[in-house]
């Protein structure tokens, strides 16, 4: 099992920065790619970044050139550089990881996902 801790949420100012740090425990060795989520009040939770173990990144359109996704996906450490935040930013972001090496009771290989409990980034005025 792997269990990931999100920390850095907070209140910023439209315009400011802020950065995410997430860190995982447990069993890391196998862990594939890492990111972050954000899930607003009534919404689906949709991709904001992502990093593979080669250091391919991802992002949605919505921050392109505004976030910076960061880390080290052999020790488990993913961070989210936030940065000209805007109001549309405010929603809860969630640490995300992939293991497409677990290997289940029957000892197959399985792709397991798992998921921070979210740390709340408010963006006001």
């Known amino acids: 099992q792997v269990h990931l801790v999100e920390s850095g949420g907070g209140s910023v100012k439209p315009g400011g920065s802020l950065r995410l740090s997430c860190a995982a425990s447990g069993n890391i060795l196998s862990i594939a790619r890492m990111g972050w989520y954000r899930q607003g009040p009534g919404q689906e939770r949709d991709l904001v970044a992502s990093?593979?173990?080669?250091?391919?990144?991802k992002y949605a359109d919505s921050v392109k050139g505004r976030f910076a996704i960061s880390g080290d996906i052999a020790k488990a450490t993913v961070f989210l550089q936030m940065n000209n935040v805007k109001f549309e930013d405010t929603d809860v972001y969630y640490c995300?990881?992939?293991?497409?090496?677990?290997?289940?009771?029957?000892?197959?290989?399985?792709?397991?996902?798992?998921w921070g409990e979210g740390t709340l980034v408010t963006v006001s005025s």
């Open positions: 995300h990881a992939e293991d497409p090496f677990y290997v289940d009771a029957e000892g197959d290989f399985e792709t397991m996902e798992y």
């Open positions: 990093i593979n173990q080669d250091g391919t990144r």
